[in-house]
């Protein structure tokens, strides 16, 4: 796959462009996490797509990664392993409180929503799990899984522009394949949220119909990938402060 961080920049402003639709009021950012998984198995890395319903307000019929909103459910999730002290560090970095536990809700939001959005439980199997909150980790809990937030790498951080009817300051996420350890059939099709997943090539995924911060994270994952994947390297940081999108490293 080519493409530069310049050129990431330009495709992001042109979208706003396009088709950004500036409201009257200034919207706080909601806190959001997304969700990258990567099957290396074979020479060429896939990653997992799914295509939002056509009937949805908010980017229909396109592709997008697993992801939401975080709950407050998910700072009390107990897991198997605790972040890697780099992706940590780098969570708190740019936040108005920063703490551990807000760093570890991004991570464990990330897990969340791809499972309600795919069936899919990421961790490890254990005996045993205690003080597991209600609602959707219950079904972790169930299947004996634990979260294993030590498989995470953050792979950068998007806000969206200001004036718009939806926004999210959005932490990306990417995790091995390999982690998924159940699955729960039903959670895609014609009446859910997501109709369809798809495993797909990194270049193959870019000529999908989907938003252009999900185009500019798979550059930046196919970045991290050819530079060896490690949670030492430097997070980008996507935001408007004045009318252009610009790129900081966390």
């Not at 972790?140 to 004036?163: E, K, S, V």
């Not at 350890?181 to 995924?205: C, F, K, N, S, Y």
Request: glycine residues 6%; positive net charge; aromatic residues 6%.
């Amino acid at each position: 796959m080519t493409g530069t961080h310049s050129e990431a920049l330009k495709r992001m402003n042109r979208f706003e462009a396009a088709e950004g639709k500036a409201t009257a009021d200034l919207i706080r950012p909601k806190d959001a996490a997304t969700l990258i998984l990567v099957d290396r198995s074979e020479r060429v890395p896939k990653v997992l797509l799914g295509k939002r319903h056509a009937r949805h307000k908010f980017m229909p019929g396109m592709f997008v990664f697993p992801g939401g909103r975080v709950d407050p459910t998910d700072k009390k999730m107990p897991v198997a392993r605790a972040l890697h002290h780099d992706v940590e560090t780098q969570l708190m970095k740019r936040l108005a409180r920063p703490s551990p536990a807000k760093a570890r809700a991004f991570a464990l939001a990330a897990i969340r929503e791809t499972f309600e959005e795919t069936g899919l439980l990421l961790g490890a199997r254990t005996i045993k799990i205690n003080g597991v909150p209600a609602g959707p980790w219950t079904a972790f809990a169930q299947a004996g899984i634990l979260p294993d937030l030590g498989l995470l790498h953050f792979i950068g951080r998007a806000i969206t522009p200001p004036r718009r009817p939806r926004r999210f300051d959005a932490r990306f996420f990417a995790m091995d394949a390999s982690a998924i350890a159940h699955r729960i059939e039903g959670m895609t099709g014609p009446d859910a949220e997501l109709v369809e997943l798809v495993w797909m090539p990194l270049a193959q995924a870019q000529q999908l119909h989907m938003p252009a911060v999900t185009s500019v994270m798979l550059e930046e994952l196919d970045a991290r990938i050819a530079l060896g994947f490690g949670h030492k390297l430097p997070v980008p940081f996507y935001r408007m402060p004045r009318k252009q999108f610009m790129r900081e490293m966390l």
